[in-house]
């Protein structure tokens, strides 16, 4: 019999079982030397909390609210390119635990499964992450695609004009889907069940992309296609124009300096997210959690400041809160859950936060999110 899953690490070893080498490389690889994933990691592991003892806190609960919505736990799922390689039909899968859990669900521009596969799989509204690319006229059908859906926010991700590179992808030929070679076909084997719900799914490239972009039908011409959108001439006015085009609730995503999280807010950003793409862009760069004091201290009075990059915890979450977040979004904490065990391990790895941050927020002598603050950590 399997031993319990008491922590998000149980869940990221089933993981590594379940799921083919060359996704799992993708998933955990950082940028370059990978130092600033690493720093995520790192800095929240330093960070000390303020024990407190007698307070009375019983009653207490982890509701709160994102972006004006009411959540169970002030975590959202990030935006996640394919998730439907991690897991067949994984995107479906993680939307429907996430609303179901009663937490925003963000679909990645790279997804698997399009926009409307996930529309027609869950009743509630989830959220869309957009890039910033060189075809406008496909940036308008996505946006248009994303309000048909009924989408309740755009999530505006900055951070990747260009792609920071990821050298196990490189070395994997990593590819959606994989390409059919010998070797490739040996280590799939390798993984039945994930092989198993490949088969049983019809859904095995970008569906955000292949077909919704003229000339885009296979791997060949969809690697072109990726390879001549980056645009390293994005600017604010970009932002603005898609501020207007999209006209509903906008994130922006990747932002590590408090210059550019005030030029957010003037371009409209409804909520920034302190970000360092979980250190798959800029290595070198500092962690997410020790720039966000500065940035929440610049704009947190004008908009939501949330955070993401090296969430593994409930406590994790407390102390991103305590150093100015409203909220977090989790990437491979739930990719973790996703690959190891579906829609059951996306939901168990929000349980286990949401169990870590109330048992946490008790000991530490407070009964809602809203009274966590800088007290709460042991600064002395
Ligand atoms: C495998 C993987 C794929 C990602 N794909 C996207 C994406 O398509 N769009 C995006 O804005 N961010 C993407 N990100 C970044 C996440 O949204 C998020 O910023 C990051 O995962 C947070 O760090 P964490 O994984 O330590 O929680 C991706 C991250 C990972 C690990």
Excluded at 5 to 18: G, N, Q, S
Excluded at 21 to 29: G, L
Excluded at 344 to 349: I, N, P
Aim: aromatic residues 6%; proline residues 4%.
């Amino acid at each position: 019999m399997m031993p319990p899953i008491t922590c998000i690490e149980d869940l990221h070893r089933l993981y590594r079982k379940r799921v083919p080498r060359m996704f799992v490389d993708y998933c955990e690889s950082g940028s370059w030397t990978e130092s600033t994933l690493r720093r995520n990691l790192e800095d929240f592991a330093r960070i000390q909390l303020h024990q407190r003892v007698a307070m009375g806190v019983g009653g207490g609960t982890t509701t709160t609210t994102m972006l004006g919505e009411k959540v169970s736990l002030p975590v959202a799922l990030a935006p996640v390119g394919l998730l439907g390689m991690q897991h067949a039909d994984g995107e479906m899968l993680a939307a429907q635990a996430a609303l179901d859990f009663g937490v925003p669900f963000t679909l990645s521009t790279m997804s698997v499964c399009s926009i409307e596969d996930v529309a027609a799989h869950v009743q509630r509204p989830f959220w869309f992450q957009l890039y910033v690319l060189r075809d406008h006229a496909f940036i308008e059908r996505l946006i248009d695609r994303a309000k048909a859906a009924g989408c309740s926010a755009l999530v505006l991700t900055l951070d990747l004009q260009v792609m920071g590179q990821r050298h196990r992808d490189i070395k994997n030929g990593l590819s959606v889907p994989p390409k059919p070679t010998l070797r490739n076909l040996i280590k799939l084997a390798a993984h039945p069940r994930w092989c198993w719900g490949m088969a049983r799914t019809r859904r095995h490239r970008f569906g955000n992309i292949v077909g919704h972009v003229e000339g885009v039908s296979d791997m060949s011409s969809l690697a072109a296609w990726t390879a001549e959108q980056f645009d390293r001439g994005l600017n604010w006015n970009d932002v603005e124009w898609i501020k207007r085009r999209w006209g509903g609730k906008l994130v922006m995503k990747g932002v590590l300096d408090p210059d550019d999280a005030r030029r957010a807010v003037d371009c409209g950003a409804d909520a920034v997210v302190v970000s360092n793409h979980g250190g798959r862009q800029l290595d070198g760069a500092p962690s997410s959690i020790s720039v966000l004091p500065e940035i929440a201290q610049r704009i947190g009075r004008e908009c939501e400041v949330w955070l993401d990059g090296g969430v593994r915890s409930g406590q994790d979450v407390l102390k991103a809160i305590a150093l100015g977040a409203r909220g977090v979004m989790s990437g491979r904490a739930f990719v973790y859950g996703l690959g190891a065990l579906g829609a059951a391990g996306v939901s168990t790895a929000l349980e286990l936060i949401r169990r870590e941050l109330d048992l946490t927020m008790v000991l530490c002598g407070v009964r809602s999110v809203e009274e966590i603050g800088r007290r709460l950590l042991h600064e002395r």
